[in-house]
């Protein structure tokens, strides 16, 4: 019988939305003592994520276990499903769940449940052109774009909340005075606590 667990959230709530099954074992060959995991492509699925996931998943399993496994998910060896799922739920928390609600909706840019986007850049090439910005702009910055979900979330969408959105995004990113000037502006006006 294949029971279905929580990914992420309270393991014991039976009604949670978002589900997968529990590794499963073939094995293939009794001699050599070769096994396979049955539905990876399943779990994949219902993970809703791709290939290199399955591989970043398989090259864990490969350093944590000292096995060697192949693209199928043949390996050889004697490891217990219940060291293969820890593995595998290390890694949905650290590449599928996303850091502020905790649902499986992460893409690896943003969050398409709570629309949580992280606000520091990684060092990639095209980053290292970019002028620095000061901690003090990260700041007003973040306190801004929660005063923008705060209107999001709380507020019929009209078009003067819509105008004073546009007008958000159109502050230059470097610029922590206007960002902090339109908070304060939007709090005062929509009598947001801060």
Not at 1 to 24: A, C, F, S, V
Not at 47 to 76: A, H, P, R, S
Not at 182 to 187: A, K, N, T
């Amino acid at each position: 019988m294949n029971t279905l667990i929580n990914i992420g959230g309270d393991p014991n709530d039976p009604h949670y939305r978002y589900k997968r099954q529990r590794i499963e074992l073939e094995r293939v060959s009794k001699c050599g003592g070769m096994f396979r995991i049955r539905n990876i492509a399943q779990i994949i699925r219902q993970l809703k994520t791709n290939e290199q996931f399955k591989e970043t998943l398989y090259k864990k399993f490969q350093k944590q276990l000292g096995i060697v496994i192949d693209k199928n998910g043949f390996f050889k060896g004697n490891v217990s499903i219940e060291k293969l799922e820890e593995i595998l739920e290390e890694q949905i928390r650290k590449f599928l769940l996303c850091p502020r609600c905790s649902l499986p909706e992460w893409n690896g840019r943003n969050c398409r449940a709570c629309g949580y986007v992280p606000l520091i850049e990684s060092e990639t090439k095209e980053s290292k052109n970019k002028p620095k910005v000061s901690r003090a702009v990260c700041y007003e910055q973040a306190r801004a774009v929660d005063a923008v979900k705060v209107l999001y979330s709380f507020f019929p969408r009209t078009k003067e909340i819509e105008a004073d959105i546009n007008n958000f995004w159109s502050i230059p990113e470097n610029n922590a005075e206007l960002h902090d000037k339109w908070r304060l502006y939007i709090e005062n006006k929509y009598s947001i606590e801060p």
